[in-house]
């Protein structure tokens, strides 16, 4: 995905001194959960971000030029034990991620609205257990890697009736598997 910059963000990228920051957006069953790469909480959109501080770590973001699905892993150390079945207990696979990068100013404050650097579908979660705490690392995986998985819909009514309720367009298929069909001649 190429980036778009808007100005103020393309003359912070330049300066001598930059104060870049990240957010983590996760979309989870329970609720989305922010996060940023700061000390405290950040409010942006209308938001409130929780910081992670140094216990928040993102793997490096690849861009190619091929048309290939490339995947992250967002990693958050210190976790309490007793927040680790609440960790684990939560369906995460094919949940929505995003990350953001923004700057801000020596006064700390946000420069414009951060933009998505990735997006894509939480996949795995890897737990390192470290006694009274705890590292979870996340893999991410990009959108692209849809296309890869096999789509496994069906021309049946039942298939019809899970995806849309009440239609009945293909209640008639199985009778049609065994009649036979006289095309351009007369029945004998």
Known sequence: MTLRLDELTLVETVKPVTRPILLAELDFVSGTKRLWSGVG???WNSLTWEGTGDLGRVSSIEETVELRAAGMSLQLAGVDADDLTEV???PIQGRRAKVYIGFRDANFQ???????????????????DGGPTATITMKVENRLRDLERARTRRYTDADQQARFEGDVGLQYVPALQEIDIPWGRTRD
Do not use: H, K, W, Y
């Not at 946000?110 to 390192?128: H, K, N, Y």
């Open 110 to 128: 946000l420069i414009s609205d951060p933009i998505i650097i990735f997006d894509g579908r939480m996949d795995t979660i890897e737990i390192i």
């Open 41 to 43: 909480n950040l409010v």
């Open 88 to 90: 684990t207990a939560e």
